[in-house]
């Protein structure tokens, strides 16, 4: 089930023969997800990809490891927190029981 926003298109073809001789078909989608695919094709889509700007995720996959890359011309990862920051962990009006626990102690 798909968020109402999204559309997604799927079809059963080598992708070889679809970089090759229906370039267009991959143009006109938003987003490239390439699985299991040969380096020599691999090659032809990522560059396909690349000229007409869209994202291409490749996935592999080893047995039990794999890998997931992204080409993609343009990627802005803004860190929007700081790393270092120091919080303050100190109590400005401790509640009574604190107070009192804290006063029997020597």
Known sequence: ELNPDVRGAHRVARVSDLVSKEPQFIRQHSLVVAAQVDPQTLQQLGELCWAANLPLVVCRT?????????????????????????????????????????????
Do not use: C, H
Request: net charge negative; charged share 35%; proline share 4%.
């Open 62 to 106: 080893y047995g039990l490891l794999g890998s997931v890359r992204l080409q993609i011309r343009s990627l802005d990862i803004v860190e929007s927190k700081s790393e270092n920051k120091l919080w303050d962990l100190r109590l400005r009006e401790p509640f009574p029981e604190l107070d009192r626990m804290t006063d029997a102690l020597d």
